[in-house]
């Protein structure tokens, strides 16, 4: 099966090849990629405290192995996933909603990783919405088309310009991690004018005067929006089904703690991250009323209706339960 699926991604993302991997088919290994920013502090809080490791002593995996890799970008990460390279991804619902439809549903959500706003922030002052963009506007994000800030910004675009639009500003788009994004937009030596960012980056360069917001993804969206997500094949949950709970509940964990310790969350965010921001800087966006860490996911459907109503997915989901794995659907999410 997995070789089935590494066919169709070679063939759907156009990939050249896919890095032959062994898939972690025996219980008690986990290769898991993660991300920049704080929508991946439960994330660091599992590897901080060891959570996978006690869940699974817990659920008689005594040798757990945890493996963890930093990666950019949904291509990158979805090719990490079929390949075998990893087995939990955790990327947009961008990304993951191409990768569902792709691969016709044989990869799925294990859990959302928390509501936390993107902003389109800009350092250009004649940049007041999205009409005013010109062809030399460039707008920084971690992967032109498909991330969710590719996504969110053609949601935006649809509203802005109307039916049909959505791509409208899709030259505007730039490739680039957000710490990288952030720095260059602060330089204002390069041809970036523009961040579709996250926390706590967007804040970070919100703090420069020349800085402004032109709008947050809970605008285009209506309210707090789930924008990352955690994911697997159903293959590999179906193999590992032990390893796969001890994560599900060492996230659950995770998100409990930092919504009940937020300071001692934010100083975990710096140590792991070896972040050079205040604890109190992070802390502050943590304990924002736009922020709540959840596994459930918010407003996903919003983003699945709109991918599969303007073609760039061929799946169609009736409900947000079609692409999550059962432990979720008893949850109020959407």
Do not use: C
């Not at 079929?82 to 191409?98: C, M, N, R, V």
């Amino acid at each position: 099966m997995l070789k089935t699926l590494k066919l169709v991604a070679a063939a759907a993302l156009g990939l050249a090849a896919l890095v032959p991997a062994t898939s972690a088919s025996a219980e008690g290994l986990i290769r898991i990629s993660q991300q920049f920013g704080t929508l991946y502090l439960p994330l660091h809080v599992i590897r901080d405290q060891n959570l996978i490791e006690k869940h699974a002593k817990a659920l008689g995996l005594d040798d757990v192995k945890v493996e963890w890799a930093q990666l950019s970008g949904g291509d990158a990460i979805n090719a990490a996933l079929l390949s075998g390279s990893i087995d939990i991804a955790a990327a947009g619902i961008g990304p993951f909603l191409t990768l569902w439809g792709r691969t016709d549903g044989a990869v799925k959500i294990v859990a959302g990783l928390a509501n936390q706003p993107n902003y389109l922030i800009t350092s250009n002052p004649d940049l007041k919405t999205l009409k005013d963009f010109k062809p030399t506007d460039k707008i920084a994000l971690p992967a032109v088309g498909v991330s969710v800030q590719a996504r969110i910004l053609q949601m935006a675009a649809e509203k802005e310009f109307g039916p049909g639009n959505q791509g409208k500003l899709d030259n505007n788009t730039i490739s680039l991690p957000h710490p990288d994004a952030t720095a260059a937009l602060l330089s204002g030596s390069t041809e970036i004018t523009s961040h579709l960012s996250n926390t706590p980056f967007q804040e970070q360069a919100l703090k420069d005067p020349k800085i402004h917001k032109i709008f947050s993804s809970y605008d285009v969206l209506g309210g707090p929006v789930t924008p990352t997500y955690l994911y697997a094949t159903t293959e590999w949950r179906d193999e590992n089904p032990k390893t796969f709970q001890a994560f599900f509940e060492a996230l659950k964990e995770a998100s409990a703690w930092i919504e009940a310790n937020k300071k001692a969350a934010a100083e975990t965010y710096v140590r792991v991250e070896k972040s050079k921001l205040d604890p109190a800087f992070i802390q502050s966006l943590i304990e924002s009323p736009d922020s709540k860490f959840t596994v459930v996911p918010s407003r996903s459907f919003a983003f699945a209706d709109f991918l599969y109503r303007t073609g760039a997915i061929k799946k169609k989901a009736d409900s947000w339960k079609d692409y999550t794995f059962d432990e979720l659907h008893g949850e109020n999410g959407s």
